[in-house]
């Protein structure tokens, strides 16, 4: 890119931009794009990405939201005819417009780390449309994606994105690959949507409920943080053991919960926000 384009980074939009070259290389091996494939890309930036995943033969869309980088992408990569930029807020983005086929959608983002928890969770609404899923983020938070129960880590970021998603934590890259570097490491994660969903709740809002409720007081037992939800007699009978606390119980123990408060809900009642 020539000196002319250059672009001061914005700390407001989270921007760490990615030049170790190294770096980039191992994130577009992971990610393996090939040709015919529709990939979506969150957050380009001035295209560190970019540039390798168009390199593959697919066919990029890439949603930005700073304004000024609009010019630097569309000169870089505007006369491609795969290549198509959407400028707005990846969390108000409306994925149905990409008109991708079911289980199509390859999504890549060195994602700004304010967003990345409300945007994933903007992803898996509309999972049915996502084959997977590559994104940069801190590693504390790929930490807690990957986690599994019994430790400090497993949590509700954990659960309600483990419901959806097989979660691969790839590798770390310290803060000396991005400029400017960010005060904290990060890493690389794999999202696959499950074909099938393992444990599927009656309503998925109810495990959300249950999971929130459980993890707002993680020291206390589930008997007493559920009590306003669920009888102990009820907990017991979901097959768990109400004096564990919340990081004890794996997700097909939150989701027989769920269950069971579902059956406690006659139909058409409303969820007991
Ligand atoms: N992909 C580039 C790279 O690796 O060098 C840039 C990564 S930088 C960490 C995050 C990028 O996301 C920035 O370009 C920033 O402007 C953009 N961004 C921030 N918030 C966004 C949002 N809500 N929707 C879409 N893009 C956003």
Partial sequence: MSESYQHRARK?????F??????IHRILRAIHAKEAEHLLEIGPGQGALTEGLLNSGAQLDVIELDKDLIPILQAKFGSQPRFRLNQGDALKFDFQRLEAQPRSLRVVGN??????????????????LI??????????????????PGGGD???LSIMVQY????EHLFNVGPGAFNPPPKVDSAIVRLVPHEVLPHPAKDHKLLE?????????????LRNTLKALLPASEIEAAGVDGSLRPEQLDLAAFVRLADKLAEQIAPGEPNPE
């Fill in 12 to 16: 407001r939009f989270g921007q760490n």
């Fill in 164 to 167: 959806h998603c097989r979660v």
């Fill in 18 to 23: 990615l030049h170790d070259a190294g770096v």
């Fill in 209 to 221: 409920r249950v999971v929130r409720e459980a993890f707002n007081q993680r020291r206390k037992t």
């Fill in 131 to 148: 084959r997977d899923m590559h994104f940069m983020l801190q590693k504390e938070v790929v930490e807690r994606l990957a986690a599994g």
């Fill in 154 to 156: 497993w949590g509700r």
């Fill in 111 to 128: 994602l700004p780390y304010n967003i990345s928890t409300p945007l994933i969770f903007h992803l898996l609404d509309n999972a049915s």
